[in-house]
């Protein structure tokens, strides 16, 4: 049996004695989050991630917290501000399939993302926004419903309006059952889109876009290959509770991308404007 992850934290937990990988583990309350560096290519090849920084929380399950999740927001947008530059615009995408539950994450994360980059001028000072960064938001749906690479969608958008840096949010798979729902990963070496559902497509990163792509998700499937009567079959396992955990996981997403990128504003007054 095999199974694959987008994880980091997975894919290095057995080769931390490998050159060029660096491992922090600190604590924030109830959250664990680890830093890992992974700086050699060879072993960037080893492990299957590409050199660059990943970041692991790992928290209770979103499922069974009935909290409003704002603390978790805030340590993740936290996370996510290291790898924002101080200025300039943002686009933030939602890759995935709403039709799909487990790769809806990046769709239905896209609900609570303030959009704000058409808000300009007298009107924003009228409003008390003039302090807010320029924002865009897309849902890029699939190939098969749109027949466009999501990468193609995101590069034409980025040539056209010209953001400084794309957030892109997306469901991904994870080795272990443990993991879903109660784990989130950033990193700044982009994301190849249905990871989740294991469809990758054209990878959209900076190499393909030409700016900084930070890549955000969810682990919401695990992903394995079982032998069924001498056949080779992929078979997807998710939680039974995947939809409490789509919309409750899109909105810690959603919370914590608009808190780190919108720095003059607090979480309560920023779940008001997106509400």
Known sequence: MQSRTDLAIENTETEESLKGIEKEEIKEGELKITRISVTDRETADMI??????????ECLPITDNIGDLKKEAEIIAKE?????????????????????????????????ILATRHIKGEFARAAGLDKLRGVSVITTGVMG????????????????????????VDALAAKEVSRLGCTVQISNTGIN???????????????????????????????????????SESMIV??????????????????????????????????????
């Open 48 to 57: 299957g991630k590409p050199v660059g920084k990943y970041i692991t929380i």
């Open 80 to 112: 996510i501000r290291n790898f924002v530059p101080d200025e300039g615009e943002i686009l933030v995408a939602g890759l995935g399939n709403k039709e799909i539950t487990p790769d809806a994450l990046g769709v239905k994360s896209m609900e609570y």
């Open 145 to 168: 419903q749109t027949g466009i690479e999501t990468g193609e969608i995101i590069e034409s958008i980025v040539k056209k309006i010209k953001p400084d840096l794309v957030i892109a």
């Open 193 to 231: 889109p249905g990871s989740g559902v294991g469809n990758r497509r054209k990878g959209i990163n900076e190499k393909n876009i030409g700016i900084p792509v930070i890549a955000v998700g969810i682990p919401t499937v695990v992903d394995l290959m079982t032998l069924i009567y001498d056949k």
């Open 238 to 275: 998710t939680p039974r509770e995947i939809d409490l955990l789509i919309e409750r996981g899109a909105k810690l997403i959603g919370m914590a991308i608009n808190c780190a990128l919108q720095g003059e504003y607090d979480y309560d007054t920023l779940s008001e404007l997106v509400s």
